[in-house]
Protein backbone atom coordinates (compact mmCIF):
# COMPACT_ATOMS: atom_id res chain seq x y z
CA UNK A 1 0.00 0.00 0.00
CA UNK A 2 1.68 3.18 -1.14
CA UNK A 3 2.76 5.38 1.60
CA UNK A 4 0.45 9.16 2.04
CA UNK A 5 2.42 12.32 0.75
CA UNK A 6 2.29 15.39 2.95
CA UNK A 7 1.87 18.96 1.58
CA UNK A 8 4.47 21.62 2.84
CA UNK A 9 4.22 25.07 1.97
CA UNK A 10 7.09 27.44 0.99
CA UNK A 11 6.76 31.02 0.49
CA UNK A 12 7.69 32.35 -3.18
CA UNK A 13 8.75 35.80 -2.48
CA UNK A 14 7.99 38.89 -4.47
CA UNK A 15 10.42 41.98 -5.59
CA UNK A 16 8.74 43.88 -2.94
CA UNK A 17 9.07 41.18 0.14
CA UNK A 18 12.58 40.34 -0.93
CA UNK A 19 13.79 44.16 -0.91
CA UNK A 20 12.30 44.19 2.80
CA UNK A 21 14.55 40.86 3.80
CA UNK A 22 17.49 42.37 2.11
CA UNK A 23 17.32 46.13 3.96
CA UNK A 24 16.73 44.05 7.21
CA UNK A 25 19.75 42.01 6.84
CA UNK A 26 21.42 44.79 6.23
CA UNK A 27 20.33 46.46 9.34
CA UNK A 28 20.99 43.51 11.51
CA UNK A 29 24.75 43.49 10.06
CA UNK A 30 26.54 45.25 12.36
CA UNK A 31 29.69 45.60 10.04
CA UNK A 32 27.20 47.72 7.86
CA UNK A 33 26.04 51.08 7.89
CA UNK A 34 22.41 50.51 6.48
CA UNK A 35 21.18 54.03 6.39
CA UNK A 36 23.48 54.98 3.70
CA UNK A 37 22.42 52.48 1.44
CA UNK A 38 19.76 51.80 -1.29
CA UNK A 39 18.24 48.40 -1.68
CA UNK A 40 16.53 48.04 -4.82
CA UNK A 41 14.54 45.11 -6.72
CA UNK A 42 13.38 44.23 -10.13
CA UNK A 43 12.93 41.08 -12.04
CA UNK A 44 14.48 39.37 -8.42
CA UNK A 45 17.75 41.37 -9.81
CA UNK A 46 18.95 43.15 -6.35
CA UNK A 47 20.64 46.48 -6.28
CA UNK A 48 23.05 47.80 -4.02
CA UNK A 49 23.42 51.68 -4.29
CA UNK A 50 24.79 54.17 -1.60
CA UNK A 51 28.51 55.11 0.11
CA UNK A 52 30.04 53.25 2.08
CA UNK A 53 33.26 53.86 4.32
CA UNK A 54 35.57 51.42 3.28
CA UNK A 55 36.11 48.85 0.96
CA UNK A 56 36.08 46.25 3.99
CA UNK A 57 32.37 47.37 4.68
CA UNK A 58 31.45 47.27 0.89
CA UNK A 59 32.55 43.45 1.26
CA UNK A 60 30.40 43.57 3.97
CA UNK A 61 27.31 44.93 2.55
CA UNK A 62 27.81 42.38 -0.62
CA UNK A 63 28.33 39.29 1.56
CA UNK A 64 25.02 40.40 3.95
CA UNK A 65 23.15 40.42 0.73
CA UNK A 66 24.03 37.07 -0.43
CA UNK A 67 22.55 35.64 2.65
CA UNK A 68 19.18 36.80 2.19
CA UNK A 69 17.46 33.52 0.31
CA UNK A 70 15.92 34.20 -2.85
CA UNK A 71 19.03 36.49 -4.35
CA UNK A 72 19.87 35.08 -7.39
CA UNK A 73 21.57 38.08 -9.18
CA UNK A 74 22.90 40.86 -7.03
CA UNK A 75 24.74 44.03 -8.52
CA UNK A 76 26.48 46.42 -6.52
CA UNK A 77 27.13 49.91 -7.02
CA UNK A 78 28.42 51.31 -3.75
CA UNK A 79 31.04 54.29 -3.44
CA UNK A 80 33.80 54.46 -1.42
CA UNK A 81 34.05 57.20 0.23
CA UNK A 82 36.90 57.60 2.90
CA UNK A 83 37.28 59.95 5.49
CA UNK A 84 40.26 62.67 6.39
CA UNK A 85 41.49 59.97 8.99
CA UNK A 86 41.13 57.07 6.94
CA UNK A 87 43.10 58.44 3.87
CA UNK A 88 46.72 56.92 2.81
CA UNK A 89 49.56 57.14 0.12
CA UNK A 90 50.01 54.40 -1.92
CA UNK A 91 53.42 53.80 -0.52
CA UNK A 92 51.47 53.61 3.07
CA UNK A 93 49.05 51.33 2.12
CA UNK A 94 52.17 48.64 0.20
CA UNK A 95 53.79 48.92 3.42
CA UNK A 96 51.00 48.28 5.29
CA UNK A 97 49.96 45.19 2.74
CA UNK A 98 53.50 43.86 2.31
CA UNK A 99 53.45 43.58 6.48
CA UNK A 100 50.31 41.72 6.53
CA UNK A 101 50.63 39.47 3.74
CA UNK A 102 53.68 38.17 5.38
CA UNK A 103 52.68 38.03 9.03
CA UNK A 104 49.59 36.02 8.27
CA UNK A 105 50.63 32.07 9.69
CA UNK A 106 48.74 30.85 6.29
CA UNK A 107 50.48 32.44 3.64
CA UNK A 108 53.75 31.08 2.56
CA UNK A 109 56.78 33.32 2.94
CA UNK A 110 57.62 35.50 -0.09
CA UNK A 111 55.12 34.03 -1.89
CA UNK A 112 52.47 37.13 -2.51
CA UNK A 113 53.00 40.22 -4.60
CA UNK A 114 52.10 43.56 -3.70
CA UNK A 115 51.33 46.39 -5.87
CA UNK A 116 49.44 49.62 -5.62
CA UNK A 117 47.95 52.16 -7.72
CA UNK A 118 45.01 54.91 -6.73
CA UNK A 119 44.71 53.46 -3.31
CA UNK A 120 44.22 49.93 -5.09
CA UNK A 121 45.99 46.94 -4.46
CA UNK A 122 46.99 44.44 -7.00
CA UNK A 123 48.38 40.78 -5.43
CA UNK A 124 50.33 38.66 -7.83
CA UNK A 125 52.27 35.37 -6.98
CA UNK A 126 51.71 31.55 -7.05
CA UNK A 127 50.44 29.37 -3.81
CA UNK A 128 49.52 25.88 -3.41
CA UNK A 129 46.29 25.99 -1.93
CA UNK A 130 42.92 28.15 -2.65
CA UNK A 131 42.92 28.60 1.22
CA UNK A 132 46.43 30.75 1.40
CA UNK A 133 44.91 32.64 -1.65
CA UNK A 134 41.94 33.50 0.22
CA UNK A 135 44.37 34.24 3.48
CA UNK A 136 46.02 36.89 1.17
CA UNK A 137 42.77 38.58 -0.27
CA UNK A 138 41.43 39.25 3.48
CA UNK A 139 44.52 40.34 5.14
CA UNK A 140 44.72 43.26 2.85
CA UNK A 141 41.03 44.03 2.11
CA UNK A 142 40.19 45.80 5.72
CA UNK A 143 43.45 48.11 5.66
CA UNK A 144 42.54 52.08 5.75
CA UNK A 145 43.04 53.35 2.59
CA UNK A 146 42.14 50.77 0.53
CA UNK A 147 39.55 51.37 -2.40
CA UNK A 148 39.68 47.75 -4.15
CA UNK A 149 41.50 44.52 -4.41
CA UNK A 150 42.58 42.64 -7.59
CA UNK A 151 43.74 39.10 -7.63
CA UNK A 152 46.28 37.81 -9.96
CA UNK A 153 47.14 35.30 -7.43
CA UNK A 154 48.00 31.87 -9.24
CA UNK A 155 47.43 28.82 -7.71
CA UNK A 156 50.32 25.75 -8.53
CA UNK A 157 49.36 22.11 -9.06
CA UNK A 158 50.03 20.15 -6.14
CA UNK A 159 48.19 16.65 -7.31
CA UNK A 160 47.17 14.18 -10.59
CA UNK A 161 43.92 16.22 -11.36
CA UNK A 162 42.44 12.60 -12.19
CA UNK A 163 41.80 12.33 -8.36
CA UNK A 164 40.11 15.85 -8.18
CA UNK A 165 36.56 14.68 -9.32
CA UNK A 166 36.31 12.16 -6.98
CA UNK A 167 37.66 14.16 -3.96
CA UNK A 168 35.00 16.95 -4.84
CA UNK A 169 32.17 14.66 -5.09
CA UNK A 170 32.83 13.36 -1.72
CA UNK A 171 33.25 16.94 -0.14
CA UNK A 172 29.99 17.33 -1.43
CA UNK A 173 28.44 14.66 0.12
CA UNK A 174 29.73 15.41 3.62
CA UNK A 175 27.98 18.71 3.08
CA UNK A 176 25.41 19.33 5.44
CA UNK A 177 23.03 21.30 3.52
CA UNK A 178 24.69 20.25 -0.05
CA UNK A 179 22.92 18.24 -2.32
CA UNK A 180 25.72 15.80 -4.08
CA UNK A 181 23.24 14.42 -6.52
CA UNK A 182 21.93 17.79 -7.48
CA UNK A 183 25.47 19.33 -8.37
CA UNK A 184 27.45 17.68 -11.36
CA UNK A 185 31.25 18.08 -11.44
CA UNK A 186 32.92 18.07 -14.48
CA UNK A 187 36.86 18.00 -14.18
CA UNK A 188 38.63 19.36 -17.76
CA UNK A 189 42.64 20.04 -17.13
CA UNK A 190 42.94 22.23 -13.95
CA UNK A 191 39.59 23.62 -14.57
CA UNK A 192 36.24 22.46 -12.28
CA UNK A 193 32.90 23.43 -14.07
CA UNK A 194 29.94 22.70 -11.40
CA UNK A 195 26.43 22.71 -12.65
CA UNK A 196 22.82 21.70 -11.18
CA UNK A 197 20.79 23.85 -8.59
CA UNK A 198 20.74 24.41 -5.11
CA UNK A 199 18.15 26.19 -2.95
CA UNK A 200 20.70 29.10 -1.15
CA UNK A 201 23.32 31.03 -1.32
CA UNK A 202 24.92 29.07 1.53
CA UNK A 203 24.64 25.69 -0.37
CA UNK A 204 25.93 27.49 -3.30
CA UNK A 205 29.43 28.60 -1.43
CA UNK A 206 29.46 25.42 0.33
CA UNK A 207 29.73 23.50 -3.17
CA UNK A 208 32.56 26.38 -4.47
CA UNK A 209 34.90 25.88 -1.62
CA UNK A 210 34.33 22.45 -2.06
CA UNK A 211 35.51 22.07 -5.17
CA UNK A 212 38.70 24.74 -4.46
CA UNK A 213 39.19 22.65 -1.41
CA UNK A 214 40.67 19.67 -4.06
CA UNK A 215 44.37 20.52 -4.61
CA UNK A 216 45.29 21.06 -8.39
CA UNK A 217 42.46 23.37 -9.06
CA UNK A 218 43.17 26.56 -11.14
CA UNK A 219 39.57 27.44 -11.53
CA UNK A 220 36.12 26.97 -10.82
CA UNK A 221 33.67 27.60 -12.99
CA UNK A 222 30.07 28.17 -11.53
CA UNK A 223 27.08 27.25 -13.13
CA UNK A 224 25.06 26.58 -10.43
CA UNK A 225 21.53 28.02 -10.50
CA UNK A 226 19.19 28.80 -7.52
CA UNK A 227 15.96 27.52 -7.22
CA UNK A 228 13.43 30.32 -8.01
CA UNK A 229 13.02 31.99 -4.60
CA UNK A 230 12.26 28.65 -2.57
CA UNK A 231 13.71 27.97 0.28
CA UNK A 232 14.54 24.27 1.52
CA UNK A 233 11.74 22.78 4.29
CA UNK A 234 15.10 22.15 5.98
CA UNK A 235 16.11 26.12 5.92
CA UNK A 236 12.62 26.60 6.76
CA UNK A 237 11.95 27.21 10.69
CA UNK A 238 8.85 29.10 12.34
CA UNK A 239 7.71 32.49 11.05
CA UNK A 240 10.40 31.75 8.32
CA UNK A 241 13.17 32.24 10.34
CA UNK A 242 17.04 30.34 10.03
CA UNK A 243 18.29 27.39 11.60
CA UNK A 244 21.92 27.16 12.69
CA UNK A 245 23.55 24.19 10.80
CA UNK A 246 22.41 20.72 13.36
CA UNK A 247 19.61 23.15 15.09
CA UNK A 248 16.61 21.86 13.06
CA UNK A 249 14.71 18.95 14.11
CA UNK A 250 13.19 18.31 10.78
CA UNK A 251 16.66 18.44 9.11
CA UNK A 252 17.60 14.99 9.65
CA UNK A 253 13.98 14.14 7.99
CA UNK A 254 13.71 16.24 5.00
CA UNK A 255 17.26 16.69 4.62
CA UNK A 256 17.92 13.96 1.50
CA UNK A 257 14.40 14.66 -0.09
CA UNK A 258 13.98 13.83 -3.77
CA UNK A 259 12.67 16.94 -5.57
CA UNK A 260 9.18 16.40 -7.20
CA UNK A 261 7.19 18.66 -9.46
CA UNK A 262 6.10 21.70 -7.27
CA UNK A 263 2.38 23.69 -8.97
CA UNK A 264 2.89 27.41 -8.24
CA UNK A 265 -1.02 28.20 -6.99
CA UNK A 266 -2.68 31.62 -5.44
CA UNK A 267 -3.66 30.91 -2.04
CA UNK A 268 -3.77 34.03 -0.41
CA UNK A 269 -6.04 37.00 -0.26
CA UNK A 270 -3.15 38.96 -0.80
CA UNK A 271 -2.05 39.43 -4.59
CA UNK A 272 1.78 40.12 -3.50
CA UNK A 273 1.94 36.45 -1.08
CA UNK A 274 1.99 33.86 -3.33
CA UNK A 275 2.48 30.02 -1.76
CA UNK A 276 3.70 27.14 -3.52
CA UNK A 277 3.01 23.68 -2.79
CA UNK A 278 4.90 20.59 -3.45
CA UNK A 279 4.49 17.03 -1.97
CA UNK A 280 7.37 14.60 -0.63
CA UNK A 281 7.46 11.52 1.01
CA UNK A 282 7.90 11.47 4.69
CA UNK A 283 9.97 8.42 6.22
CA UNK A 284 7.74 6.59 8.72
CA UNK A 285 9.39 6.50 12.15
CA UNK A 286 9.57 4.10 14.46
CA UNK A 287 8.17 3.87 17.42
CA UNK A 288 9.64 2.94 20.78
CA UNK A 289 9.42 -0.68 22.09
CA UNK A 290 6.48 -0.91 24.51
CA UNK A 291 8.12 -1.53 27.72
Same mark, same amino acid.
Given at each position: ??????????????????QQDVSAELRWEPSVCACLITVAVHDAVVSLTGEVSSYAQKCHTERAARRVAG?? +??? +??????????????DADIARFAQNAVQCSASI?? *???? +?????GRITLS??? %?????????? *?? +????? !??? $?? %????ALKPALPVGAVKAQIEAALRRGAYARADAIRVDVDGTAVTLSGTVHSWSERELATNSAWGAAGVHKVVDN????? $??? #??? *?????? $?? #??? !????????? $??????PMLIQETSCNPTVRLATFTTPIPRLKRPFAR
Open positions: MPRRRKQKTLLVRTDAQLVR +VLA +VDLTIKLSALAKRTPK *DAIN +VLVEGGAV %SWQYQKQAAL *DA +VQCLL !GVT $GV %SDQILTLAD $GLR #HPA *DVGPAL $GR #HAP !GTNPYSRLL $GNRRSH
